[in-house]
């Protein structure tokens, strides 16, 4: 059978980019052209064939195909990670923003959460073609998770530091800027996808409506930065960036000023508080 045969085929089942993006990985094309380079040759089909019955039951492609675009750069993924949102590099324009209107020149910065360590590798990938310093850091309970971010850091050749913790509890000093896409979906939502079973629960369910590692994340950095400013007169500013729900943004907004963290804006799925 052709590639032009095969993909009209595979198209009566599946998305046409899905499709194209399934047999570029299955006959390890480097570039979707190759399918019109090589439309009447024939191949073998048959782990084309396999993915796209993993795709017509449901497995979301990322997963199939072993990657994901964030910000421009493709990110290995696999079932122990989340699979990188476009809604969540807002973040990242929000970090560099905070960068830039702060001037710093170095600045640390730490993931919570991390998963495929997309959020850190990014902004030390963009920081570092800015000409900026920084340490960055990610964290994660899931050793799954950490072990497929610091094998997206060494293919994309960065220096991003991972290590196991859950929330704040192995970590020292609070660094320039805190980063945290943590589980919100609240279980009870109605409008879940139904993509969303083939991911990790741990990545994506929090229970009190969705919002309780977040809550308990802005307790542990309240208290945190009370004791770091008892012992240090000059306490340079720092921030929060999140990501939820925009329906849960005016809770969190509301609890984290409870907690002495000042709103500086909100922005599609992101909120950003300095303290
Ligand atoms: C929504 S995913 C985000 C993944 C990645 N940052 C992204 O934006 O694609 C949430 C991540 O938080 C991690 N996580 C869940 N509970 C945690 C906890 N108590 N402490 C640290 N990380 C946690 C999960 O393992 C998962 O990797």
């Not at 796209?52 to 492609?61: A, D, H, I, N, Y």
């Not at 970090?95 to 030390?124: M, Y």
Request: charged content about 30%; aromatic content about 10%.
């Amino acid at each position: 059978m052709t590639i032009s045969e095969w993909l009209k085929g595979a198209k009566e089942k599946i998305p046409s980019l899905d499709a194209e993006l399934i047999l570029c990985s299955a006959l390890n094309f480097d570039d979707r052209v190759d399918i019109v380079l090589y439309a009447d040759q024939e191949f073998d089909f048959k782990t084309a064939d396999e993915m796209v019955k993993k795709r017509e039951s449901g497995v979301p492609l990322a997963y199939i195909v072993g990657f994901k675009e964030f910000y421009g750069r493709n990110f290995k993924v696999d079932k122990n990670v989340l699979i990188p949102r476009p809604e969540t590099e807002q973040i990242i324009i929000s970090a560099l923003s905070i960068i830039d209107v702060e001037k710093f020149k170095n600045v640390r910065i730490l993931d919570v959460g991390t998963g495929s360590g997309c959020i850190p590798i990014t902004l030390k990938l963009e920081l570092n073609s800015e000409g900026i310093n920084s340490e960055i850091f990610g964290i994660d309970v899931s050793e799954p998770a950490l072990k497929i971010a610091e094998e997206n850091a060494k293919s994309l050749d960065v220096d991003v530091t991972f290590f196991n913790s859950n929330l704040l509890e192995k970590v020292d000093s609070l660094p320039d800027i805190l980063i945290a896409n943590l589980p919100y979906v609240d279980m009870n939502w109605d409008w879940k996808s139904e993509e969303l079973k083939f991911e990790p629960a741990l990545a994506l369910f929090a229970e009190d409506g969705g919002l309780k590692l977040i809550k308990k994340l802005i307790d542990e950095i309240a208290e945190k930065d009370s004791t770091y400013s008892k012992t240090s007169e000059l306490k340079s500013p720092k921030f929060l960036i999140l990501e939820a729900d925009t329906s849960q943004h005016d809770e969190i907004i509301k609890y984290a000023k409870s907690k002495g963290l000042n709103l500086i804006n909100h922005s599609n799925f992101a909120i950003s508080f300095k303290f």
